[in-house]
C-alpha cells in the first residue's frame, strides 16, 4: 500500500516515514517544507515527494494511495493564536477538503493528527480535574484545540461506507526526530539542562499533562491504518503514555541525566502563567486496538541526548526548533524580501 502522508516532512512525519518503510509501505510526502528537508533527507531516494499547500491539494496528490495520514496544519497554541485565519484554514478547512478528495478517489482510510488538548481545563477549575475518555464533554477555548475539535466533527459527519476517517488524539509528545522541536515541554527540559544545567517547571509545576513518545506516536498512526474498518470506523482514540504533573515530569528528567552521569538541578517558578491543564485515559486504543505506548520518559530522555549530540542539534538559539520563532522568522523574511527582490 502507498500511504499519502501530509505534512509529512514534519516533526511527528519524519519519523513516521520511516516507521512506515521499515513496515515495507511505500510513501508519498505531501508538504509545504516550511522547515526545510531535514528532517526526510535520509530517506527522500526512497519517498515520493510533492511540494504543496494542503489547502490546494490537488486530486491526482491521491492517485494510486491506499490511505492518508493528515499531519498537516498548524501544531501548537503560539502558532495558532500568531494567525488565527491560517489556523482555521490549515487545521479545519483543509482538513475537509483533503477528506473530501479522498471520498471523491475511493481512499476510504483517513486519519487526523488531533490533540488532548481538547480536553484542557486550566488549573483554576479544580472541580473538572479528572481523568477524562474520549466521551467526556468538550468546549475547546483556545485557537489551536478549537479547530482541530472541528476539524474532528467535519471527519465523523462524512464517516460511510466508502470513507473511514479515524482520529487519533495524541497527548504532548516528546522525543528525538530528525525535524527536531524545543518547545515541547520534555524536549524543552532536555533543552535547558543540556544548556543551562537547570530546569524551570512554571506554575510550580501542579498542572497536569498526558504524555507519549513520538516513536509510540507512529506506531499507533501504523496500528490505526492497518486496523478492521469496524474496529476504528468514525471512532476517537486518546494516545498517551502517561498522565504527569509537570512538577514530576521535571524530577523524571533529572534522573535520566543522572543515568548519563550529568548533574540537572530543577528550579522551580511558583509565578502564576496562563498554563493548561488536563488528563486522559488511553484505555479505549488499548481495550480497542490492543495498542500500549512503551517508551518512558526516561529512556526517551537518554535516547534524546544521545542524538541531539550525533545530529549536532546544540544551536539552541536557532529558530528553526521552536514552531512559532520559525514561522516568524519566515514571515520577516518575506517582508523583507517584498521590497528588495532575490539577493543574488
Not at 500511504?3 to 515495507?24: D, F, H, K, P, Q
Not at 477555548?141 to 472541528?150: F, L, N, T
Not at 526516561?298 to 546544540?314: I, L, N, Q, W
Request: hydrophobic residues 40%; neutral net charge.
Amino acid at each position: 500500500m502507498k500511504v499519502l502522508l501530509i505534512g509529512g516532512a514534519g516533526y511527528v512525519g519524519s519519523v513516521l516515514t520511516e516507521e512506515l518503510l521499515e513496515r515495507g509501505y511505500s510513501v508519498k510526502i505531501f508538504d509545504r517544507f516550511f522547515f526545510g528537508g531535514s528532517g526526510i533527507e535520509r530517506l527522500k531516494d526512497r519517498v515520493e515527494i510533492v511540494r504543496g499547500d494542503m489547502r490546494e491539494l490537488g486530486p491526482g496528490v491521491l492517485d494510486d494511495i491506499g490511505g492518508v495520514i493528515n499531519l498537516g496544519g498548524l501544531s501548537n497554541d503560539p502558532t495558532a493564536e500568531y494567525n488565527p485565519k491560517a489556523n482555521l484554514e490549515m487545521n479545519t478547512q483543509a482538513t475537509r477538503h483533503t477528506a473530501e478528495l479522498c471520498r471523491k478517489a475511493g481512499v476510504s482510510r483517513y486519519i487526523l493528527a488531533s490533540s488532548c488538548s481538547i480536553y484542557d481545563v486550566g488549573v483554576t477549575e479544580e472541580e473538572r480535574d479528572v481523568i477524562l475518555d474520549e466521551t467526556a464533554k468538550v468546549a475547546p477555548r483556545a485557537a489551536y484545540s478549537a479547530s482541530k475539535y472541528e476539524a474532528e466533527k467535519i471527519l465523523l459527519a462524512m464517516r460511510g461506507k466508502d470513507f473511514c476517517p479515524v482520529i487519533l488524539r495524541k497527548g504532548t509528545v516528546y522525543g528525538f526526530s530528525p525535524r527536531m522541536r524545543y518547545d515541547l515541554v520534555v524536549n524543552t527540559f532536555v533543552r535547558d539542562a543540556l544548556d543551562r544545567g537547570y530546569i524551570t517547571p512554571y506554575y510550580g509545576g501542579e498542572m497536569w499533562r498526558p504524555l507519549v513518545d513520538i516513536r509510540d506516536v507512529a506506531k499507533a498512526y501504523i496500528v490505526c491504518l492497518e486496523a478492521e474498518e469496524s474496529k476504528v470506523g468514525g471512532e476517537i482514540f486518546n494516545l498517551v503514555y502517561r498522565n504527569f504533573r509537570i512538577s514530576e515530569l521535571a524530577l523524571r528528567v533529572r534522573d535520566a541525566f543522572l543515568k548519563i552521569n550529568k548533574t540537572v538541578d530543577v528550579r522551580p517558578d511558583y509565578r502564576y502563567k496562563g498554563v493548561r491543564s488536563y488528563r486522559v485515559s488511553g484505555e479505549k486504543i488499548k481495550a480497542r486496538l490492543g495498542f500500549v505506548p512503551a517508551i518512558s520518559v526516561e529512556d526517551s530522555v537518554v535516547d534524546m541526548v544521545e542524538k541531539v549530540a550525533a545530529y549536532g542539534f546544540r544551536n539552541f538559539d536557532d529558530p528553526i526548533y521552536y514552531n512559532i520563532n520559525w514561522l516568524q522568522t519566515l514571515e520577516k523574511a518575506d517582508e523583507i524580501i517584498k521590497i528588495t527582490g532575490r539577493i543574488f
